[in-house]
């Protein structure tokens, strides 16, 4: 083989070692991370596996989403998820703490398109969801408590009940039950704060289950073992699409976002910023309509839902307004502040 030749084959050799290298770094192809069920099914249909299909290169959708493991992977230096679905108190911890990567919003232009509240310069919002009443068709054949005034009504509304396990989401919920108006449960305080701890424990000897998995709520409720629980809107619709006795309402729902962040020190952030701006197309927004189970985050992509669908989009208009959007930055400040008196709470 002649030099020039053999140079020009080296550095072909090269350039398809660094392409391959930018599509799968360390070995390992790029690693989407979610919670798993019907959220993760959802963002491999619209977002992730057509990302991998368009860039050419194999992705890998895990779950379940664990803040405490990409920590800990960051702190060790071993990272093994390039894109993370978190909730969007750890988009708010990972900037304090120092283990998520800082976005570079140039290089996500479609995030332009998106309300201001859905964007972080740790994280960007991709999917809507709630934390929603669900009931037990057997346990209430007619329907359920339309309200968390009414959740916590145990004889009206008599039987079991589930919560989720942290002070998320029951901070909201328990202001709502005691009468505090939507537009005054944000900003949190320590006023605030107590009143909902009392309002649980007041609850507390009807709570059997302190739910931490999204599965949890539809599957108890199915068997009977509980008659009421809080939920994941996108989990109770994939439930009862598949015929289980379960119900659900949206009226006092807590409206929160599916965000996506990039753990510090991942080899592939590039990529990652890629995925993001992909997700956030309008193109890809739309896909979540057909899979009815957890709602785009760009306004525009609901345009073209029929009235079925709309029916079951969190931020469709005659939904969202009967809502409560949830404030993230304020929900992880309550959940720091206030870690030690809810551990006392659910161990007294």
Do not use: C
Not at 74 to 86: I, N, S, T, Y
Not at 112 to 133: C, D, H, N, Q
């Amino acid at each position: 083989m002649r030099r020039r030749e053999f140079l020009m084959s080296v550095a072909a050799t090269g350039a398809m070692a660094g392409l391959a290298g930018s599509a799968h770094a360390q070995d390992r192809p790029f690693t989407f991370t979610s919670w798993g069920g019907a959220l993760s099914n959802a963002e491999k249909e619209a977002f992730i596996d057509p990302f991998g299909t368009l860039k050419g290169i194999p992705v890998v959708n895990t779950s379940p989403t664990e803040t405490a493991k990409i920590k800990a992977m960051v702190q060790a230096g071993k990272v093994e998820w390039d894109l993370v679905d978190v909730g969007g108190r750890t988009v708010w911890q990972g900037g304090k703490e120092g283990f998520l990567e800082s976005l570079d919003l140039a290089r996500i232009p479609n995030a332009a398109k998106l309300e201001k509240g859905w964007v972080s310069p740790f994280g960007v919002a991709t999917s809507t969801g709630a934390s929603i009443i669900a009931w037990s068709k057997t346990a209430f054949p007619e329907a359920g408590p339309q309200s968390w005034a009414e959740f916590w009504d145990v004889k009206r509304f008599p039987g079991a009940r589930g919560l989720y396990k942290y002070f998320y989401y029951n901070y909201e919920a328990a202001l709502l039950a005691a009468g505090v108006k939507r537009e005054e449960v944000f900003p949190y305080t320590t006023e605030k704060a107590d009143m909902a701890l009392g309002k649980i424990k007041e609850l507390k000897p009807s709570v059997s289950v302190w739910w931490g998995a999204g599965a949890q709520p539809p599957q108890l409720l199915s068997t009977g073992e509980l008659a009421l629980s809080s939920a994941w809107s996108g989990r109770m619709l994939a439930a009862e699409a598949e015929g289980a006795p379960v119900g659900h309402t949206y009226n006092d729902g807590i409206a929160w976002a599916n965000w996506w962040v990039i753990p510090k020190g991942s080899p592939n952030r590039d990529l990652a910023h890629e995925a993001i701006d992909f997700a956030l197309a309008e193109e890809q927004q739309a896909k979540l309509l057909t899979l009815k189970t957890y709602g785009p985050v760009l306004g525009s992509a609901t345009a073209g839902a029929d009235a079925e669908t709309a029916r079951i989009l969190v931020m469709a208009p005659d939904n969202v307004k009967n809502m409560l959007i949830l404030n993230e930055e304020e929900a992880n400040k309550y959940s720091y502040e206030y870690e030690e008196k809810w551990n006392q709470l659910m161990l007294g």
